[in-house]
T-cell receptor
Framework: QKEVEQDPGPLSVPEGAIVSLNCTYS??????FMWYRQYSRKGPELLMY????GNKEDGRFTAQVDKSSKYISLFIRDSQPSDSATYLC???????????FGPGTRLSVLP | DVKVTQSSRYLVKRTGEKVFLECVQD?????MFWYRQDPGLGLRLIYF???????EKGDIPEGYSVSREKKERFSLILESASTNQTSMYLC?????????????FGPGTRLTVL
C-alpha cells in the first residue's frame, strides 16, 4: 500500500461546480496536512495548511482532515476556470522528517 | 510502480563545499524536477527538465545548477554551499512532456550546511 493515495484524475467540471479532491494515507504519525496547487510549468504553491483533525476555510477553499479515517479533502466552491491546475496533497509528522506528497489530481474547470 | 530514488536521506556539508544531489527514476519519464521544502514556505521549484540535456529555471534557481546527461538521472548541484541552502530537497518525475502530469516524488534529502 502506498503511503499516500490520490486519485490522479483528470477531473473535469463545469464552472460554478463544487469540487472535492481527496487523499488517503496509511501512516498514523502524520499530523500536518497541506494542499498545493500547481499550474503548468510552475512550481506548486501552498493553498492550505492544517494541523490534526478538523476543518479550515479560506475563501472558496475548505480543507478537511479526518484522522480517524486517515482521509483528507479539499473542497472548492464556485469553481472557476482559473482553478484549473494540478492539486497535490502533502503531509508530515510532528518532526517534519517524513514528508510525503500525493501524486496530484489534475482539475479542469470548463467555462 | 514508479520509483524515484535520491542518493542520500541526510547530508551534512560545510559552507563553500560543492554538493551533488542525485535523483534516479526507473519509469522512462520525460520530466524531472528539483524542489526544496522549507517550513512556512511550502514546496518551491528550483529547476526542471523536459528532456535529456535540457533544463529550465524554476522559481528559485539562484545558487543551484542541474545536469541531465541521461534520461533517468537528474542531478542538483550546489557549487558553493551556503547556510541558507539548508533545507529538504525533493526530486520528482512525471511522464508527459509539456504538461503538469502526475508527479512522483522521491523520499527527499535533508541537507544541513554548517
Amino acid at each position: 500500500q502506498k503511503e499516500v493515495e490520490q486519485d490522479p484524475g483528470p477531473l473535469s467540471v463545469p464552472e460554478g461546480a463544487i469540487v472535492s479532491l481527496n487523499c488517503t494515507y496509511s501512516n498514523s504519525a502524520f499530523q500536518y496536512f497541506m494542499w498545493y496547487r500547481q499550474y503548468s510549468r510552475k512550481g506548486p504553491e501552498l493553498l492550505m495548511y492544517t494541523y490534526s483533525s478538523g476543518n479550515k476555510e479560506d475563501g472558496r477553499f475548505t480543507a478537511q482532515v479526518d484522522k480517524s479515517s486517515k482521509y483528507i479533502s479539499l473542497f472548492i466552491r464556485d469553481s472557476q476556470p482559473s482553478d484549473s491546475a494540478t492539486y497535490l496533497c502533502a503531509m508530515t509528522d510532528n518532526y517534519g522528517q517524513n514528508f510525503v506528497f500525493g501524486p496530484g489530481t489534475r482539475l479542469s474547470v470548463l467555462p | 510502480d514508479v520509483k524515484v530514488t535520491q542518493s542520500s536521506r541526510y547530508l551534512v556539508k560545510r559552507t563553500g563545499e560543492k554538493v551533488f544531489l542525485e535523483c534516479v527514476q526507473d519509469m522512462d519519464h520525460e520530466n524531472m524536477f528539483w524542489y526544496r521544502q522549507d517550513p512556512g514556505l511550502g514546496l518551491r521549484l528550483i529547476y526542471f527538465s523536459y528532456d535529456v540535456k535540457m533544463k529550465e529555471k524554476g522559481d528559485i534557481p539562484e545558487g543551484y545548477s542541474v545536469s541531465r546527461e541521461k534520461k533517468e538521472r537528474f542531478s542538483l548541484i550546489l557549487e558553493s554551499a551556503s547556510t541558507n541552502q539548508t533545507s529538504m530537497y525533493l526530486c520528482a518525475s512525471s511522464l508527459d512532456s509539456g504538461s503538469t502530469d502526475t508527479q512522483y516524488f522521491g523520499p527527499g534529502t535533508r541537507l544541513t550546511v554548517l
